[in-house]
T-cell receptor, first 114, second 115 residues
């Protein structure tokens, strides 16, 4: 079983619509969670960190469900520029004194259409 | 400033060549990372440096040799690579590895082609 799993999509979303997708993680000791976006042939860019209480940044809302071990991302009022691959990233404990293992999911592709 | 700078942006090398990838950050981060990304796949962790010491090696072949000369610089020395090593090599940094909720910031990557 992969440590971080995502629905690869693609999610085809009309402009202005809402899209949401999840990411599950297997290591219950994971502590830090992030969403990154990656455009074709570019580096991953931090979209937002995901906090226990959930958090919102403009049109983007992230939630964390520790009991079921998943995080979610919701995009409201989708723009054409939101088309990208969204990568779920979990920071896992590598040793007793180190959290340095940022583990990536395979990514969810979102395509926003006019 | 959340910039991680990688050079070169593109590199073509033969299987007998020796080359180095360079990464630099001036955010005062004490953790630096090398990732490898193949097309349509997520980045895969290769190495983690924490306070200039190698803390994680994800069983990477010895033809890849990392080096951290100081807290701002990270190198990846390449020797006797194979064509299947062609990929996007990403460097990242974070404040430190010992704290939770510390984000990683990525450089633009070096697109490596081994011929």
């Amino acid at each position: 079983r992969k440590e971080v799993e995502q629905d690869p999509g693609p999610f085809n979303v009309p402009e202005g619509a809402t899209v949401a997708f999840n990411c599950t993680y297997s290591n219950s000791a994971s502590q830090s969670f992030f969403w990154y976006r990656q455009d074709c042939r570019k580096e991953p860019k931090l979209l937002m960190s995901v906090y226990s209480s959930g958090n919102e940044d403009g049109r983007f809302t992230a939630q964390l469900n520790r009991a079921s071990q998943y995080i979610s991302l919701l995009i409201r009022d989708s723009k054409l520029s939101d088309s990208a691959t969204y990568l779920c990233v979990v920071n896992m404990r590598a040793r007793s004194d180190s959290w340095g293992k940022f583990q990536f999911g395979a990514g969810t592709q979102v395509v926003v259409t006019p | 400033d959340t910039e991680v700078t990688q050079t070169p942006k593109h590199l073509v090398m033969g299987m007998t060549n020796k080359k180095s990838l360079k990464c630099e950050q001036h955010m005062g981060h004490r953790a630096m990372y090398w990732y490898k990304q193949k097309a349509k796949k997520p980045p895969e962790l290769m190495f983690v440096y924490s306070y200039e010491k190698l803390s994680i090696n994800e069983s990477v072949p010895s033809r890849f040799s990392p080096e951290c000369p100081n807290s701002s610089l990270l190198n990846l020395h390449l020797h006797a690579l194979q064509p299947e090593d062609s990929a996007l090599y990403l460097c990242a940094s974070s404040r430190e590895t010992g704290a939770v909720n510390t984000e990683a910031f990525f450089g633009q990557g070096t697109r490596l082609t081994v011929v």
